[in-house]
T-cell receptor, first 114, second 112 residues
Framework: AQSVAQPEDQVNVAEGNPLTVKCTYS??????LFWYVQYPNRGLQFLLK??????LVKGSYGFEAEFNKSQTSFHLKKPSALVSDSALYFC????????????FGTGTRLKVLA | KAGVTQTPRYLIKTRGQQVTLSCSPI?????VSWYQQTPGQGLQFLFE???????NKGNFPGRFSGRQFSNSRSEMNVSTLELGDSALYLC???????????FGSGTRLTVV
């Protein structure tokens, strides 16, 4: 079965420092991988996705993610964190087959400290 | 174009009652999925509809049901509400393939 894991419940980083939010996956076949961000009392917002092509994917708000097939990882990164990046981040993988069901990780709360 | 619209935004119900939540997807999106989000369980998949047919269902009791109309709008219904049903219910629509979801802002249901 498809699955994703986000090993960190919370990540703290100082403003201006680089940030990484980790995600590993387990899929049958080629993965469709996504990152979403959620601000308080809001739905999830799409950040970026990997389907095929370059392993480094660039997304919204200066975020990027690196697809690593050998390590089955899809870590979210940003070179310089902003206080406004503080939010809940979810990694997701599309389930196998002709379906639009997505499986989400448990979420990582990012706290950027001023 | 307009995003995914969920109504109502907030709802307070009494245990034992039933509730209906509504979701209007982005125009042209035929797939609508529903998720329950709670602090303890994270995002739990409820069901997915495509062209008025339920294609996937998560591990929720039969009290949770849904439907999709010909215009792709979807509703989910929870009968005999329990305190544990208090959650943020998120609707997401997709145009398919690898495009991912667009989420609505959710309906916050509180059962008292």
């Amino acid at each position: 079965a498809q699955s994703v894991a986000q090993p960190e419940d919370q990540v703290n980083v100082a403003e201006g420092n680089p940030l990484t939010v980790k995600c590993t996956y387990s899929v049958s076949g080629n993965p469709y991988l996504f990152w979403y961000v959620q601000y308080p009392n809001r739905g999830l917002q799409f950040l970026l996705k990997y389907i095929t092509g370059d392993n480094l994917v660039k997304g919204s708000y200066g975020f990027e993610a690196e697809f690593n097939k050998s390590q089955t990882s899809f870590h979210l990164k940003k070179p310089s964190a902003l206080v406004s990046d503080s939010a809940l981040y979810f990694c997701a993988v599309r389930d196998y087959g002709e379906t639009y069901k997505y499986i989400f990780g448990t979420g990582t709360r990012l706290k950027v400290l001023a | 174009k307009a995003g995914v619209t969920q109504t109502p935004r907030y709802l307070i119900k009494t245990r034992g009652q039933q509730v209906t939540l509504s979701c209007s997807p982005i125009s042209g999106h035929r797939s609508v999925s529903w998720y329950q989000q709670t602090p303890g369980q994270g995002l739990q998949f409820l069901f997915e509809y495509f062209s008025e047919t339920q294609r996937n269902k998560g591990n929720f009791p039969g009290r949770f049901s849904g439907r999709q109309f010909s215009n792709s709008r979807s509703e989910m219904n929870v009968s005999t509400l329990e305190l544990g049903d208090s959650a943020l219910y998120l609707c997401a629509s997709s145009e398919g393939g690898g495009y991912g979801y667009t989420f609505g802002s959710g309906t916050r249901l509180t059962v008292v």
